[in-house]
């Protein structure tokens, strides 16, 4: 079963509102967790590193202001795209590691905003 | 800037043929390197690569790393058409750990 659940799967949104994202990592602790873009035919893109309990590090070319990420627990990371505009529109994935468990990466399921 | 570079960015195979997909990385401070199938979802996990020369495997597929060459290969045996995907190779480098992505390579295996 999934160990970073993410949701919503699938949202649609209208232009000028703001949607948030949750990435929940069900059954390990995650200082650490990352949020990636992915565009149609392409490769992800790493977004930013959020932090838990301290401000997400934004990577270049990523307006923070507008992708505001908040890591309140252990197990929670919130990716909110505000006053989302159609080009917006993307798959959205998070990722944390799990260091007890030999390191590896999982990935949530990811989210499809579709901003109309 | 840390980089991944994958190669070939597609390729077209028959079931049954045996097929080594390519990945090269730069990296300041290499620690791993992982390989990710992407169907229509968010990867999944296949390898993670820390040592030289030493083949991980798993069913048909298997990888490998060469330190050396800064490379890594994935092999796939008897292809089957569930095995069509985009292989995605990354290293972590990114933003604390946060991985660097190759552009992946899309994988299409016919009847």
């Known amino acids: 079963g999934a160990v970073v659940s993410q949701h919503p799967s699938r949202v649609i949104c209208k232009s000028g509102t703001s949607v948030k994202i949750e990435c929940r990592s069900l059954d390990f602790q995650a200082t650490t967790m990352f949020w990636y873009r992915q565009f149609p035919k392409q490769s992800l893109m790493l977004m930013a590193t959020s932090n838990e309990g301290s401000k997400a590090t934004y990577e270049q070319g990523v307006e923070k202001d507008k992708f505001l990420i908040n890591h309140a627990s252990l197990t929670l990371s919130t990716l909110t795209v505000t006053s989302a505009h159609p080009e917006d529109s993307s798959f959205y994935i998070c990722?944390?590691?799990?260091?007890?468990?030999?390191?590896?990466?999982?990935f949530g399921e990811g989210s499809w905003l579709t901003v109309v | 800037e840390d980089k991944v570079v994958q190669s070939p960015l597609s390729l077209v195979v028959h079931e049954g043929d045996t097929v080594t997909l390519n990945c090269s990385y730069e990296v300041t401070n290499f620690r791993s390197l992982l390989w990710y199938k992407q169907e229509k979802k968010a990867p999944t996990f296949l390898f993670m690569l820390t040592s030289s020369g030493i083949e991980k495997k798993s069913g048909r597929l298997s990888s490998i790393l060469d330190k050396k060459e800064l490379s890594s290969i994935l092999n796939i045996t008897a292809t089957q058409t569930g095995d069509s995907a985009i292989y995605l190779c990354?290293?972590?480098?990114?933003?604390?750990?946060?991985?660097?992505f190759g552009k992946g390579t899309h994988l299409i295996i016919q009847p």
């Open positions: 990722s944390a590691e799990d260091r007890v468990s030999g390191n590896t990466i999982y």
């Open positions: 990354a290293v972590p480098g990114g933003g604390a750990d946060g991985l660097t």
